[in-house]
């Protein structure tokens, strides 16, 4: 066996591909790799994400459903710092790798129930899942808050899905994606074990494209914390394969808003605000149903946690920009926690980083 779905918390294996939590306790899955990550096993001549397709071994070769996404650029922005430009995947954001490996696992099980795929995001995702399902031809219904940007809900509609738009908290607009309709398949890629599984290969992609010599630092922003759970586990899987010799320190970057793994991490209390008014507008997960897994994770992992403010996720935003990278508020957290980080001496200035972009600025309505 190459692979299996479990549980995070009691082991229980999940009954199928569609499954997002264990059947006997209701937490969340993990994906177990069964196998060695080597380097002679990569798709040498293929260059996207598609590259590392035998470490995703419950996808079949003619299945695969691909816009191009993945072996997005490494650019190095100064000295000791490299970017990982995620924002240039096929639909802006970092969510087309999950997305890419959840639509092409399910996409013939789907078409054999009649059914069709149910999603809830803040924007990205949705547009993400939308694009990969018009692309294996299924219907897509994306539940996505009143407050979705503009360009955000513009893309989901451009790709054909169905949008509903849910009024109150984040956790409300999960709650009625997954409510029961015929033919009806919830997916939703914040706790299907698939969607962050696909996460993976970007971990994958910045150790090849390092020369195996990963960085010391890895900053990214945590919102449902799929993106940090990805990273983590590609990042262990290399360790545990020997094909990188230290784990980088992955840091997780929230907005002072938005911050429960933050306050979780450094032990401390966390009250989120009634509502959500941070530039930072894909990262809204005052409650994200998997806070303890990355919680866990990010123990486990030596990683570390980074708290901004809005004006520095503002400055930050800018100071990209006027150096010619475009980005969403969002990513900009990233790159201010990383700055925080060198000014409080946190992170020595002669220290190898990367931070993580992960949303393309076409899709901010911030005026400059
Ligand atoms: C541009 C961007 N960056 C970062 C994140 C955070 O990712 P995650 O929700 O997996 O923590 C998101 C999530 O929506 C996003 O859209
Ligand atoms: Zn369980």
Redesign the pocket.
Known sequence: MKYEIKCSVCHKTARDLFSVKCPSCGKPLDVDLHFDFKDTDTGKDTYSMWRYRQFFPYIEPDDVISLGEGWTPLVQFSDRVHFKL??LNPTG???DR?SAVLVSALHRLVKEKKGFISED?????GASVAAYAARAGLKAKIYVPESVSGPKFNQIQSYGAEIVKVAGSRSRVAEEAQRPEAGKIYVG??LHPLF?DG?RSLSYEIAEQCKWEVPNYVF???????????VISGFKHLMNSNAIRAMPTVVACQTAQVSPLYHLFKNLDYTPPKVVTSI?D????VN?PILEL?HEQLKSARGDAVMVEEDETREAYKELARKGFF??P??A??YASYKKQVKSGEVSSDARVLVIL???GL?TTLKP
Request: no cysteine; net charge positive.
């Open positions: 995620e924002s954001s970092f969510k999950g995001s803040s924007g990205n995702a890629h914040i962050r996460i990214l922003p945590v919102s449902a914390g799929t993106l940090l759970l990805g930072a894909a990262l809204v997960s994200p990355m980005l969403e969002s990513s957290v990233a992960t949303g393309t899709k």
